[in-house]
């Protein structure tokens, strides 16, 4: 266990409440899944990914910290944790993250907690990984980034991330802001793509999935009913791309998939590596927003989008989606809700939209 300690656990007794999904370990530690980048709680329903894919941490915090992203089923970052000295640590979290000026002293944090800064300091980093002030300034960028994204001027999402002059940002932030570029260049060129193709139950009339891979995230899903067909499929929008088939190396990814598949809500981030334009971005962001089951009109995406005459692009845009199902472009649906156009066949589309229907009923 890297650089964590969970209180009175090892991580034998860990993996095995995780094996059990035993409830009595929510609030002592979450795991997080290398291969999804997602942390939960023992005890979510979620399918068990293999031990050498899993780390434990102690708290959410030090799990979002090392990069991994909550569960949307099992929401781990709102359990209450049990022991005290995890309790005392996130309370520290808490104080840092909201207090939004400058940086507090290990002197104020402990008088806060009621421990010495040097005690403060060792349970903080045993629990969390790291120190109280790597934590603060993690935190400022991530209120930075917030402030961006949201549209906020830069000089002002500044201020309002705690930081004092600009110049303290570019030096420490430039390559953790911004959407990531595409590993690799126009009709795949430089890119190792490894792709499997299953024919699960779970898919029932949607025939087979095609999951594709760069070394940093999935570049294709598709849908098709016959191998050869899916091959081309992925051929054609990578050309130039070394393609290797291996069913196994992405199973983990083919079963969050097939998850999504069933019509369940997304409990995996899964990391994507796709060529898009800024605009296209923004469409897939606004179909990612879309809740189960439910659909949105281009137009209405298009409006979302602030630009209310762009209904026909919004419409190229979710034609070209490289990863079915992931982005969720068959929620978008002609004026009126007409079924119009997808790349894989409405058919498909229509029994997407019926299951995402059956499963929010059924809950
Ligand atoms: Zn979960």
Known sequence: ??????????????????????????GRFVYAVRSTGIFCRPSCPSRRAGREQVTFY???????????RPCKRCRPERTEVVHPHSATVQAVCRSIENHEEGVQTLAHLGAETGLS?????????????????????????????????????VASALYGAGYGSSSRLYEKAPVRLGMTPASFAKGGRGANITYAI???????????????????????????????????????DYPLA??????????????????????????????????ATAFQCRVFEQLSAIPCGKTRSYGEIAA????????????RACATNPVAVVVPCHRAV??????????WGLDRKQALLARERKEQQSR
């Open 304 to 315: 979302a989008l602030g630009q209310p005459g762009a209904a026909r692009a919004v419409g």
């Open 1 to 26: 266990m890297d650089t964590n300690i969970i209180p009175s656990l090892t991580e034998d007794q860990c993996w095995r409440a995780v094996l059990d999904r035993d409830s009595n370990g929510d």
């Open 334 to 343: 002609g004026a009126s809700g007409s079924m119009r156009g997808y790349r």
């Open 117 to 153: 800064p040097s005690h403060l300091q060792r349970l903080f980093k045993s629990l969390m990984g790291i120190s109280p002030r790597q934590y603060a300034e993690a935190v400022r960028l991530e209120r930075l980034k917030r402030g961006l994204k949201d549209g906020e001027p």
């Open 58 to 68: 102690a708290l959410a915090e030090a799990a979002a910290r090392a990069g991994y």
């Open 242 to 275: 070394a393609l290797r088939r291996d069913d196994a190396s992405l199973s983990e990814w083919v079963s969050a998939i097939v998850d999504l598949a069933e019509g369940h809500p997304p409990h995996a981030d899964l990391p994507l590596d796709i060529r």
């Open 198 to 236: 299953v024919d699960h139950a779970g898919l029932g009339p949607l025939g087979k999935l095609l999951v594709a891979a760069t070394e940093r995230g999935i570049c294709m899903v598709a849908l098709g009913s016959a191998d050869a067909e899916l091959e081309r499929d992925l051929h054609d």
